[in-house]
Structures are given as C-alpha cells and as structure tokens.
C-alpha cells in the first residue's frame, strides 16, 4: 500500500515574508513562486490581499502566472478581507480562501475583545462566506495552541459545518511541545465531528525552535498538510523549515512513512534564490541547505569522509541540490585532508615531509581562522621551496581523459566556483577514495 500523501503548503510569500526584512515586491513574489512550482509544492499561499495593494497585485499575478498549484490567499474573519481575496485570486486556476480568527482567551479578551459564542458565529460566518465565492476555504483559529482545547473543538466543528474543507492548526507564539501537540492532534482527529471529510493542517512557529518536530509530530498523529517555509523565514524565530521536514521525512521514511510531491533537488536552489531576493543570508550551520550542511572540518570527520561518506553524511549533498560536499582545512584538520589540498593545489609529499607541513600547518591554523589556500602556498614553499611539484590536479582533463578513455561515468565536477568558500576548500568529488586505506594507524595518522 502507497504511504499517506502529505500536502506542502508554502507560506514563505505570505507568513515568510512577515519577517523583518524579507518584504517582496510583485515580481519577486512571481519569480519565487515560478520555482516554487519547479520545487513541487501543493499549495502557495500568495499573500494577504487586504494588507496593501502591492500584496493584492502580488497574489493577483502568481494566481495568473503559476497554474498548476492551488494558490492560497489569507483574509481575517470579516467580508472585506475575504471578498479582498477573492477578487485578488480571480485567475488562479486552483484557488483557496484561508481565513482566520484567534480563538485563545488571551486573544478574544485582549485583542479582538469578543465573547467565545460571538468568536464560534463570526468563524462560522466568514467561513460560509468564502464558500460562496470559492469550493477550497481553509479555516485557522489563531492561537490554537493556547486555547481551551474543548473550545477549539466546537469552532472547529462549526467551520467544518460551514463548509470548511482544511482545518489548519497554528502554533502561533511557537509555544508548544512534541507531545502536546501530538495529542491535539490526536485529540482533533478523534473527538471534532465531523472531521473525517477535512483535511487537518499544522502551522508551526519556532520561538522554542520546536517548529519542525512539532510539524512531525502533528503528521504523525493524523494532520496530512503541514504549513512551512523555505529558511524557516516569518514572524519572529519563524516557520517551520520545508527544506527540513521534506528531508526529514525522506531520510527517516522508517519512522515517517509519508510521501511529498517535492522534487528534493530544487531545494538548495530555491533556498538560493531566496536568500538573493530577500538579502537575508541564511546562518551557514542552517540544517540542509546551509553552507555549513555538508562541510567538515574536523580530522576524524575528514578521513571518514574520504573513506566512506556515509561516516559523517546521512543524506547526499545532490540530493538537496548541493553540488558537493567539502572539506574545510581549520585547526581541527588532519593530514588525510592536508595533503589532499597540497596536491590539488600542485605539490606532494611523503609522510614523514607532510608530518612537517602539518606541524606548520597546525600552528598557523591555530592563529588564524580560516586557512585560505594562498596560506596554505606560503607555508608549503617556506618549508620545502619548489622541490615538491607536480602538475595540479585538473578536473577538466582529468574528465576528457576519462572521456577518451571510454568511461561510461564521468568524475562529477568539483564544488562549483562561486560556492561559499572563505576557506581552503577541498571538493570530495575529486578524490579517489583508494588513496586511503582502513588500517588504524592510517585513521591515526589521519587526524
Ligand atoms: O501563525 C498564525 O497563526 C498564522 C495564521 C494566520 C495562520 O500565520
Ligand atoms: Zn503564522
């Protein structure tokens, strides 16, 4: 039997863009939403109509340019928003109305200063409302997490009435944990009538840095949408991360038997893509599509790595659309790794010469941060002159020879220029792993 589908709901150019810095303009918005479609996505939740008119032009021109995901607009619980999104989506060949209201005591007291039935009536209006315009209404209690769970349930159970066709589960203030929002879950699917026509959603923000194992947790325990965004851009700490529940659920399909439709390879590039539109950069140990995701510095970690990838790696770089792993020469490097570069970089030596040059090696790195090759030059030249050379490894020809010679499969290519690389980098892809042997005198050596 076929594992559960689950639906990617991309909201980055919606709660994504929410976050301090990361405002998009329409052709932005359009350029994005072109390759999140590339990426495979279900849903793309285009904007807010109501906020400005930049956003409903936004959502009105990827409605028009992006036909084959449903395109979501977000309206709150009152006419004009939901009348607002309605006319925004009017090209979209799938469209959805999301419309939302806050059902915490904390929000109904504090902010919308509304009684718990007025709050059960308005959602159950707005969302009968929207069905007249649209077949796709998703409906949000903001702050469901914080709210009185026999509460939710009756407004869940109203908007199912109205006509609701997703119920989406916000942690709102990221405020939950694994196991209680594993039980709402539960609790939802089992106790809320009528909700085995509907589709249940997380939306899960990561003030604790919980977002992603709460999304988990949450399609573990029923929901069938999970709501993310590329980075974990959005309000505050974020959303939680696609690029990181897609993978999630691809490596660990023992533990998370469920299939998306993303295309995994498009993930760095559309990753990319973002960080140049938005200037944001992502932090460089960010999981999967950092530039830290798939480097190594450390020796051990190093001559595992030129051994076996699977040591250090639990999913391929290609995989997510890196070009290739890396290894970064710093002050916890080995020799294994030193000579490797030494050679790419045109000189060779036997042990007991590298044994000098890691010696050197070692207290420059200790000095300074990052060991750019230029360093790496200086220090080989100092101990040894010139002696040592020999031609620098080409890719290129190394490719032809392998051409000529009739190979069916090329050397893949080195990581590519203009890929992060403030450190003396070396790309795996060059290195042939019979130059190392598994003796545990050549790991110790190694390191
Ligand atoms: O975090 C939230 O509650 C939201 C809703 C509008 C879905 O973004
Ligand atoms: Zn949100």
């Not at 918005?29 to 999140?36: E, H, I, P």
């Not at 109509?49 to 084959?68: E, L, M, N, W």
């Not at 990052?370 to 030249?381: G, I, K, N, S, Y």
């Amino acid at each position: 039997m076929d594992s559960p589908r689950i639906t990617i709901f991309d909201t980055t150019l919606r709660d994504g863009e929410q976050s301090p810095g990361c405002s998009m303009n329409v052709q932005e918005k359009v350029r994005l939403a072109r390759q999140l479609d590339r990426l495979g996505v279900d849903v793309i939740e285009a904007g807010f109509p109501i906020a400005s008119d930049g956003d409903f032009a936004a959502v009105q021109a990827v409605a028009a340019a992006v036909p084959r995901p449903v395109i979501a607009a977000l309206a709150r619980a009152a006419r004009h928003d939901i009348e607002r999104a309605s006319q925004a989506l009017g090209a979209a060949v799938r469209p959805r109305i999301h419309v939302f209201l806050a059902t915490s005591d904390i929000h109904l007291q504090h902010k919308l200063r509304i009684s718990r039935q007025q709050c059960v009536d308005q959602a159950a209006e707005s969302v009968r409302l929207a069905r007249t315009f649209c077949d796709d209404v998703e409906f949000s209690p903001e702050d469901a997490t914080r709210t009185e769970p026999e509460f939710l349930f009756q407004v869940l159970e109203a908007v199912i009435q109205a006509g609701a066709t997703t119920l989406n589960i916000p942690d709102t203030v990221g405020y939950t944990v694994p196991a209680e929002f594993g039980e709402l879950n539960r609790n939802i699917r089992e106790r809320v009538r009528g909700v085995e026509g509907v589709t249940i959603s997380t939306h899960c923000h990561n003030d604790l840095g919980l977002a992603v194992a709460n999304s988990l947790v949450g399609v573990a325990n029923g929901a069938r949408q999970v709501e993310c965004t590329i980075n974990g851009i959005g309000e505050r700490a974020g959303n939680a991360s696609l690029e990181e529940i897609v993978m999630s659920l691809r490596v660990r399909a023992d533990r998370y038997p469920y299939q998306t439709s993303v295309a995994s390879e498009e993930l760095y590039p559309t990753s990319q893509l973002l960080e140049e539109i938005t200037g944001i950069p992502v932090q460089p140990n960010k999981a999967i599509i950092g530039r830290n995701a798939f480097a190594h510095e450390a020796g051990i970690h190093q001559d595992g790595m030129l051994k076996n990838r699977l040591t250090y790696e639990i999913m391929t770089p290609q995989s997510v659309g890196v070009p290739d792993s890396k290894l970064v020469l710093g002050k916890h490097s080995g020799r294994h790794a030193l000579s490797l570069r030494c050679e790419q970089l045109g000189y060779r030596f036997e042990r007991r010469e590298l044994d000098e040059i890691y010696r050197r090696f070692v207290v420059l790195a200790d000095q300074i941060k990052t060991v750019h090759d230029h360093h790496l030059l200086e220090l080989v030249r100092e101990a040894y002159g010139e002696s040592h050379r020999i031609p620098p490894r080409r890719v290129e020809s190394e490719q032809a020879a392998a051409v000529a010679a009739g190979a069916e499969e090329l050397p893949r290519k080195p990581f590519p220029v203009g890929a992060p690389s403030d450190f003396s980098v070396i790309g795996l892809n060059t290195v042939p792993a019979s130059e190392h042997n598994l003796e545990q005198e050549d790991y110790l050596w190694g390191v």
